[in-house]
Structure formats: C-alpha cells, structure tokens
C-alpha cells in the first residue's frame, strides 16, 4: 500500500504529459498500450496513432484518447477514416506518407508495434528526430540492424525494448559493469508444437499455430513462436539491442514463460526477471521509464507456481533457429532476405497455400540461393537498399509458395 501511494505520489509529480504516439495501434501490443494510457489520462497526451486498415477501431482509440492524428496505412480506407473522425477536430492521414507523418509528429515516446517491415519508414523518422522508441516491431531492426542505430544514434533517440525477454534483459543488465557480462540468455517457451513430432507438424493447421498455449499476441507472431523463428529473430534483435556477439547468446526454452530472459555474469551470478505473462508490464516498463507505473497484470505466486523447467531446443523440428544464427553469422543482406521470407512464408500459411514445415523450408531455400547473390555487395547502408532487396526477396518467396502449394 505503502508503495502504491508514494508510485503514485511519484507520478503526480510528474512534470508534464508525456507526448505519445503509437504506431500500429489496433494490434495486439497497440490496443494494450491503449489501455495502459487510458488508465493513466493525466500522465499522457496523445500526438498520433496508425492503422493498417481497421478504421472503426482507430477513430475509436483517436476518440478515447484525444489524440491529434489518427493515420491508416490502407489508402482506400482514407474517406471513412476522414467520415469516422468528423467533427472531431482530429486530423485523418493515409498511405507510406500518412505513417511517415505520424513518426514525425512531435512526440517525445513512440511505440513502434507496427508488424514487420512495414512498421520501418516511421520507426527511422522517429528516430531521426530524437524521439525515445518502444520497439516492439522485431521485424524492424532484423532488417535494419546498423542501419537503424545509426539513424537512432545520430538523431539522438534512444530504443526501449519491449519485446519481453529484451525488456527483461535491459532490466536485468548492470550497463555499468558490461565487460563483467558472459552471455545473455533468451528463453523461449516453445510455443504450441513443442512436444508435437514432426509427422504431427506438417498437418498443423493455421487456427493450431496461433493458438499460442501462454501469451495472446497477433497472428504473424504466434505463427513466428510455433516455428520458433520468433526467437530466432530475437536473437537478431538481442545481438543490436546489447552489442552481443551471436555465440553468447543462449536460448533455452522454459515452457511456464515465468522467468521472461536472464543476463548471465562473470562471477557466476546469473540475474533473471520473473514476472506474469501479461505484455502490459514490459510495456509499462518501457511507457514510464526510468520510473515505474502500476498495471492491472497479475502478480506471481510463488507458493502457487509448482515448477520452473528448462530444455534445450530441437534443431531438428525447429530449424528455424539455425537459420537466424547463421543470417546473423552472415550479416549483410542476409538477416534481411530471412525477415522477408518468413514474412511471405508465414502470411501464405496463414493462407493455407502451404503447409507449416514449409515455411521453414521455404526460409532456407531462399536465403541460401539469395544470400550467395547479395554476397559481394557492400552492407545496406539505408532504406532505399533495404527495401529494394525486400521487395526482391518477397517476390521471390512469393514464387516458391505458389509453387509449394
Ligand atoms: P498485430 O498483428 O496484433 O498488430 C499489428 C499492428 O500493425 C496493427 O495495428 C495493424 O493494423 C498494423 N499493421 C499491420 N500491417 C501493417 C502495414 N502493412 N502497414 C501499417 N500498419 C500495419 O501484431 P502484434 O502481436 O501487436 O505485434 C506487433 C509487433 O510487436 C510485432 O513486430 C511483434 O513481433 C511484436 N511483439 C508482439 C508481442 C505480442 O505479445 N503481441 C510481443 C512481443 C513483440
Ligand atoms: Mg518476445
């Protein structure tokens, strides 16, 4: 109680509003940073919040929070935002250059919870001016990488991992004591196929891979958990987020998702972060820091969690970690071509024109035919590479699951 009120005490003090902006805020991680904002209306003043095409929901969430600019990535869908925000005074954007807008809006923290690549061109604006990112978006800096800590270092932004087990280890990391740091331990929790056989894996359907057995997230992602490429691409994200070599980053999978990851240190210590799997606490983490805010997510019981267990991976059914090591071993264009293929990979599953040992399939095909091409090419050194080599690789993929079907 005690805590609560001088928290709360804290928060009172607080200065000013905090000026946010959420990118992609219809989804999954968006409508739970909604909630948290809303439930705290004193302490935030919303500039912006994007869509991809759900315009009902945006002008809805626009409406609840007062948000200045509500923007859809759909341009078609530009006439009923405009119809749903009328009379509002709240400003309506479409299309790349609507997204791009809501990036540069003067918003000092941006939540970037767009999916895949799409979520990039307002993440770098955002960066270019200085703004403090929530990076939930993945799929942004596997493909960016350098590219995006530098646009975040020479705009002076800062990025504050949201994705739980990188909020974890940013909570966990003694920044002071870096060189003291051995390695860095993501865990996994090896989504719903983990104790499947591969006979069972290649008959898995779309509504099997989505139902992720511990978190609730959006479809790309549970697909992404249930191959295990989730984690592969976070040992990408890991690797730029820390300034953490490939090989001392372990995975371990921990079915209970009650420990989120762990640093481990040179005296032996290894330091975790426990908490419920709620994505509102490394949200929370990421929307008041360096303070602390209350969420309604439930707390641990201790005497209540009967096991905490820990197994290795199987490369064999989940050849998709292999895969990510070796783009991250690579570097270049090849962490790149992985992000773009899987992209496909996973929407025509989700499609049902191919089936789910595909997707991994399809990655590898790709990636070794298309990384032996990029190979004697200069690292990406902004956007416009990046994204034509995106669009290679998407036609690409495109081709070989129209052919896998
Ligand atoms: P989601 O599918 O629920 O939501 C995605 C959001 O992006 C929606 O607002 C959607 O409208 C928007 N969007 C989709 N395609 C777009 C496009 N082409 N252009 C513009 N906007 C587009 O996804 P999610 O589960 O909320 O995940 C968002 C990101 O956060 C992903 O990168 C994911 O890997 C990451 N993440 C999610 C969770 C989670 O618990 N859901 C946890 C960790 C990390
Ligand atoms: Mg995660």
């Not at 095409?53 to 200045?68: C, F, W, Y």
């Not at 591969?198 to 191959?227: C, F, R, Y």
């Not at 995975?251 to 005296?267: E, F, G, K, N, T």
Request: with cysteine; proline share 5%.
């Amino acid at each position: 109680m005690e805590l609560s009120r001088k928290l709360a005490r804290a928060q009172a003090a607080s200065p000013r509003p905090r000026h946010v902006t959420i990118l992609g805020s219809t989804g999954s991680v968006g409508c739970n940073t909604v909630d948290l904002i809303a439930g705290a209306p004193e302490a935030f003043q919303v500039e912006a919040l994007t869509a991809h095409s759900n315009v009902g929901l945006l002008a809805k969430q626009a409406r609840r929070l007062g948000a200045r600019l509500a923007a859809v990535a759909d341009d078609t869908r530009y006439a009923a935002l405009k119809e749903a925000l009328a009379g509002t005074g709240i400003e309506a954007a479409a299309g790349r250059s609507g997204l791009i807008a809501a990036g540069e809006r003067p918003a000092e923290w941006v939540m970037a919870a767009i999916v895949g690549f799409a979520g990039l061109p307002p993440t770098l604006a955002a960066a270019r001016r200085g703004a403090t990112i929530a990076l939930a978006n993945k799929e942004a800096l596997v493909c960016a990488g350098t590219v995006l800590l530098n646009a975040v270092r020479n705009g002076g932004a800062r990025l504050l991992p949201v994705d739980s087990e990188h909020n974890a280890i940013f909570q966990c990391l003694d920044e002071g004591n870096r060189e003291a740091v051995e390695r860095l331990i993501l865990t996994a929790s090896g989504g719903p196929f983990r104790t499947w056989t591969l006979e069972q894996m290649a008959h898995a359907s779309p509504a099997q891979a989505v139902a992720h057995p511990n978190w609730d997230m959006g479809a790309k992602i549970s697909v992404d958990s249930a191959t295990m490429m989730n984690k592969g691409l976070e040992l990408i994200e890991a690797h730029h987020l820390f300034d953490m070599p490939e090989d001392r980053i372990e995975i371990v999978v921990h079915p209970q998702s009650v420990i989120h990851s762990m640093v481990a240190y040179a005296d032996g210590s290894v330091v975790a972060q426990l908490g419920d799997q709620d994505m509102r606490v490394p949200i929370a983490h990421a929307l008041a820091w360096p303070r602390r805010m209350r969420t309604p997510a439930a707390r641990l019981d201790f005497a209540k969690l009967s096991a905490l267990t820990f197994e290795a991976p199987d490369p064999i059914r989940f050849p998709a970690l292999r895969l990510a090591r070796e783009a991250l071993r690579v570097g270049g264009y090849a962490p790149i071509i992985l992000n773009s293929a899987n992209e496909i990979a996973v929407s025509s599953y989700l499609d049902s024109e191919i089936g789910f040992l595909d997707i991994a399939r399809i990655v590898e095909d790709v990636l070794n035919r298309m990384t032996r091409r990029f190979e004697s090419r200069a690292a990406p050194s902004g956007f416009d590479d990046i994204h034509a080599v995106d669009e290679q690789v998407r036609a690409e993929a495109r081709l070989m699951c129209s052919a896998g079907r």
